[in-house]
């Protein structure tokens, strides 16, 4: 079906951090007719089909989510080793060593 048909609606594209890449929006359909050569599967599987759809999505989303989150992590390692507060390293800092920590084991128990 086109998305140019009579009561399919688009909302405005959603505001994003990070996947942005990726549009967002609202879709509504209001009394939207569907011709039968249109038909994706059998009259009232939509539901169904939809659902796998987002179980794939989900697995996508999450390795993407892992990726991004070891690429800043390694970000912040080198910033933490590369930036000087007070005539040492941030890395020097204890605190934030122990904040260092407590993002890298997040991110192992996320995997």
């Given amino acids: 079906m086109p998305g140019d048909s009579k009561g399919v609606l688009f ?11 990726q549009p967002t ?10 011709s039968a050569e249109n038909l994706i599967g059998a009259e009232g599987d939509g539901f169904k089909i939809a659902m796998k759809a987002l179980d794939g999505g989900r ?27 007070f005539g040492k390293k941030l890395s020097e800092f204890q605190y934030l060593q122990f904040k260092f920590a407590d993002m890298a084991a997040d991110l192992v128990s996320s995997r």
């Avoid at 999450?62 to 507060?85: D, E, I, V, W």
Wanted: proline share 0%.
């Fill in 11 to 21: 909302g405005k594209k959603e505001d994003k951090m990070g996947w942005t890449i």
């Fill in 25 to 34: 929006a609202l879709v509504t359909f209001d009394n939207v007719r569907v």
């Fill in 59 to 85: 697995v996508n989303i999450g390795s993407c989510s892992l990726g991004g989150a070891t690429f800043c992590l390694q970000a912040a390692k080198n910033y933490l080793n590369s930036r000087k507060q």
